[in-house]
């Protein structure tokens, strides 16, 4: 009987490796270890440390791209969308934090190659921003400037909570910060 992939053990191990300690610092053998697998075993499935980072950055990317597609709805003002974009966010941190912090925080360097056609959150998040600047809630000026400044001000929280002290800024567990979080990155858009 033929042993069953590894294939998931391999990627979860990788993705916490890259979530800890970013995507130039792990290498194969910190993956074996966490996964309880030989160097040879992960080169059965990925020819490269690259290509595995490609699959997990892409996977998760599109994962996170189809969450904020789904907080999109038709008809609805641009505020009330950015705002279900940020608690979206932050379920999905809350569900998955390693994932999340591979992808969204630690960004690696290979963004701008990944293949053509590939959807990007912060596509979504210009869209929701130039429908704000026509109802003349949002602020004026370039959309995918303005949609950074909302993405920047929504995933800062999520850095400090992952490089300060353990127990001095909880969003894992502690939701007490949620609203405030909400409120100034939809305000980095208002104009108000």
Same mark, same amino acid.
């Given at each position: ?8 053990? *391999?990627?979860?191990?990788? =993705? #916490? ?15 074996? #270890? ?33 969450? $904020?597609?789904?907080?999109? +709805? ?6 009330? =969308? ?18 999340? +912090?591979?992808?969204?925080?630690? =960004? ?15 596509? $979504?998040? #210009? ?9 003349? *809630? ?21 850095? $400090? ?10 969003? $894992?567990?502690? =939701?007490?910060?949620?609203?405030? *979080? #909400?409120? *100034?990155? +939809?305000?980095? +858009?208002?104009?108000?």
């Amino acid at each position: 009987m033929a042993r069953p992939s590894r294939k998931n053990d *391999i990627i979860a191990a990788a =993705t #916490e490796n890259f979530a800890r300690h970013g995507y130039s610092a792990t290498r194969v053998r910190d993956i074996a #270890e966490l996964s309880g697998l030989s160097e040879a075993a992960i080169y059965r499935h990925f020819s490269s440390i690259d290509e595995l980072s490609r699959h997990i950055y892409s996977e998760n990317l599109a994962d996170y791209t189809r969450i $904020l597609h789904e907080c999109i +709805v038709d008809g609805e003002d641009a505020e009330t =969308t950015l705002r279900r974009v940020v608690r979206a966010t932050l379920s999905r941190y809350r569900l998955d934090r390693f994932s999340f +912090v591979a992808t969204m925080i630690n =960004t690696p360097n290979f963004l701008p190659t990944l293949p053509v056609g590939t959807a990007y959150p912060i596509e $979504l998040v #210009e869209r929701v921003v130039e429908r704000g600047q026509n109802e003349g *809630i949002f602020r004026a000026g370039p959309k995918n400037l303005i949609a950074t400044m909302f993405a920047g001000a929504m995933l800062r929280p999520f850095l $400090l909570a992952e490089l300060a002290a353990p127990g001095t800024f909880d969003l $894992l567990t502690r =939701t007490h910060n949620d609203s405030l *979080i #909400e409120d *100034i990155a +939809v305000a980095t +858009v208002l104009d108000r």
